[in-house]
């Protein structure tokens, strides 16, 4: 048993058409039970900036509330929201500071950069970036929405697409993955709106 | 191993925990007070390692206490369930507590409420929550039987069919449950399920 499989998580984030969608999973576990069907696990850093984090879901919640910290005083000096690329930079050098006694969390980065131009990346647990121009994925059901995901995606989708082509992306991965599903939580974001929206899937 | 469980009624919230302390295949006591009150509103039941239960649970009660004299207002019990979350998470990687905690308490604006905190300090708000061996029947039988809005009799008689639960399936049932209440007058003590009676120790 990975500490990484212990609550069981599926997270991933895709790139349209000027928009962006991340959507996670809402299982709450531990091990072989099942705690809570609506646990969150994307997270809102600013209006063009969500942060999904997988894994151990006690060192999501505290590297979570480190990394609104440092925003919070980022916003305080620079007097502006962090671009996502920087804040891409910042989770990998946290993440990299517990080089010997890690974080056991993979997070999932989705944001619009400059000229509202979308950006994704995910990470491993000592922080090592990977850009992505399509999607990204993490999580106990990561090897299911890859190949979800390779197949379902094609480039410059419009938010509605988006939305359909990653919701049933996420659904179909978590339901060959015992550790995550019950529901999915969605968020698409073009410059003017975000949406967020609650999946039925198959709950078990 | 012992047994936790909570749950959120109309205007209340119940936690329910076994009172045996045991020690490998002995069992010192039969009445031992797992749920602490942490103040006039707040409950805590806590499960796990007995040293690290009763001191940990002390030492959030008298923070909380301190609270109270430093501002002149209680914490409320989102406050309280995140610091002892902080708590565990800062000793889980120095000197972890192996304690599982389930917060309850009521404010005035938000009601009743009911927090799990995980012994790896994994936190979440839940309607309905259950720590150890039990947790498999007691979790099982309030999915089946829990409503929204219950009325303390209602709740009651969930609590006590969990309870026959653990002491009819598990095969080392705890033989008795203290079950304690919190509501808009307070925190307090409402019952013993008793089946096994201690010896009173004669006055020295």
Same mark, same amino acid.
């Given at each position: 048993?990975?500490?990484?499989?212990?609550?069981?998580?599926?997270?991933? +984030?895709?790139? !349209?058409?000027n928009?962006?969608?991340?959507?996670? @999973?809402?299982?709450?576990?531990?091990?072989?039970?099942t705690?809570?069907? @609506?646990f969150?696990?994307?997270?809102?850093?600013?209006?063009?900036?969500?942060?999904?984090?997988s894994?151990?879901? #006690?060192?999501?919640?505290?590297? %979570?509330?480190?990394?609104?910290?440092?925003?919070?005083?980022?916003?305080?000096?620079?007097?502006?929201?962090?671009?996502?690329?920087?804040?891409?930079?910042?989770?990998?050098?946290?993440? %990299?500071?517990? $080089?010997?006694?890690p974080?056991?969390?993979?997070?999932?980065?989705?944001?619009?950069?400059?000229?509202d131009?979308?950006?994704?990346? #995910?990470? &491993?647990?000592?922080?090592?970036k990977? =850009? +992505?121009?399509?999607?990204?994925?993490?999580?106990?059901?990561?090897?299911?929405? %890859? !190949? +979800?995901?390779?197949?379902?995606?094609?480039? &410059?989708?419009?938010?509605?697409?988006?939305?359909? #082509?990653?919701?049933?992306a996420? =659904?179909?991965?978590?339901d060959? @993955?015992? =550790?995550?599903?019950?529901g !999915?939580?969605?968020?698409?974001? #073009?410059?003017?709106?975000?949406?967020? $929206?609650i999946?039925?899937?198959?709950? &078990? | 191993?012992?047994?936790v469980?909570?749950?959120?009624?109309?205007?209340?919230?119940?936690?329910?925990?076994?009172?045996s302390?045991?020690?490998?295949?002995?069992v010192?006591?039969?009445?031992?007070?797992?749920?602490?009150?942490?103040?006039?509103?707040?409950?805590?039941?806590?499960?796990?390692?007995?040293?690290?239960r009763?001191?940990?649970?002390?030492?959030?009660?008298?923070?909380?206490?301190?609270?109270?004299?430093?501002?002149?207002?209680?914490?409320?019990?989102?406050?309280?369930?995140?610091?002892t979350?902080?708590?565990?998470?800062?000793?889980?990687?120095?000197?972890?507590?192996?304690?599982?905690?389930?917060?309850?308490?009521?404010?005035?604006?938000?009601?009743?409420?009911?927090?799990?905190?995980?012994y790896?300090?994994?936190?979440?708000?839940?309607?309905?929550?259950?720590?150890?061996?039990?947790?498999?029947?007691a979790?099982?039988m309030?999915?089946?039987?829990?409503?929204?809005?219950?009325t303390?009799?209602?709740?009651?008689?969930?609590?006590?069919k969990?309870?026959?639960?653990?002491?009819?399936?598990?095969?080392?049932?705890?033989?008795?449950?203290?079950?304690?209440?919190?509501?808009?007058?307070?925190?307090?003590?409402?019952?013993?399920?008793?089946?096994?009676?201690?010896?009173?120790?004669?006055?020295?």
């Open positions: 048993m990975s500490i990484f499989e212990y609550n069981g998580s599926a997270l991933v +984030a895709m790139v !349209g058409k928009c962006f969608a991340i959507a996670s @999973d809402r299982r709450l576990g531990v091990q072989l039970q705690i809570a069907t @609506d969150q696990k994307i997270y809102k850093i600013h209006e063009k900036l969500f942060i999904g984090l894994g151990l879901a #006690t060192d999501a919640q505290t590297l %979570y509330q480190r990394l609104v910290f440092r925003h919070k005083l980022y916003q305080l000096r620079e007097e502006r929201d962090m671009k996502p690329e920087t804040f891409a930079s910042l989770v990998s050098a946290i993440l %990299y500071e517990k $080089r010997f006694g974080y056991f969390c993979q997070p999932v980065i989705a944001g619009l950069g400059d000229e131009k979308p950006f994704i990346c #995910t990470m &491993d647990s000592i922080g090592a990977e =850009l +992505a121009k399509d999607f990204v994925v993490a999580g106990t059901a990561s090897e299911s929405l %890859y !190949g +979800a995901c390779e197949s379902m995606f094609k480039p &410059d989708m419009d938010a509605e697409e988006l939305f359909e #082509t990653i919701s049933q996420l =659904l179909s991965s978590v060959r @993955d015992c =550790l995550s599903g019950w !999915g939580h969605v968020y698409v974001v #073009t410059p003017t709106e975000v949406t967020e $929206r999946l039925k899937g198959r709950m &078990d | 191993m012992e047994s469980f909570g749950l959120v009624g109309k205007d209340f919230a119940i936690v329910a925990a076994d009172s302390a045991v020690h490998s295949i002995l010192h006591k039969t009445n031992e007070d797992k749920i602490m009150l942490l103040d006039s509103h707040k409950l805590m039941g806590a499960s796990g390692e007995t040293g690290d009763a001191q940990f649970t002390e030492y959030i009660q008298k923070n909380v206490a301190l609270y109270q004299f430093r501002n002149g207002i209680p914490l409320t019990t989102a406050a309280a369930a995140n610091f979350r902080g708590e565990l998470a800062t000793a889980l990687r120095k000197n972890p507590y192996m304690v599982n905690i389930i917060m309850a308490g009521h404010d005035k604006d938000v009601g009743p409420s009911l927090y799990f905190i995980d790896i300090a994994s936190l979440h708000k839940l309607d309905k929550a259950a720590f150890g061996y039990g947790s498999y029947f979790l099982s309030m999915d089946r039987h829990y409503r929204k809005d219950m303390v009799e209602e709740a009651i008689d969930l609590v006590d969990v309870i026959m639960e653990i002491r009819s399936r598990l095969v080392v049932a705890p033989p008795n449950f203290v079950i304690k209440i919190v509501d808009k007058d307070g925190a307090r003590e409402y019952a013993w399920r008793e089946s096994i009676k201690d010896a009173p120790v004669p006055a020295v």
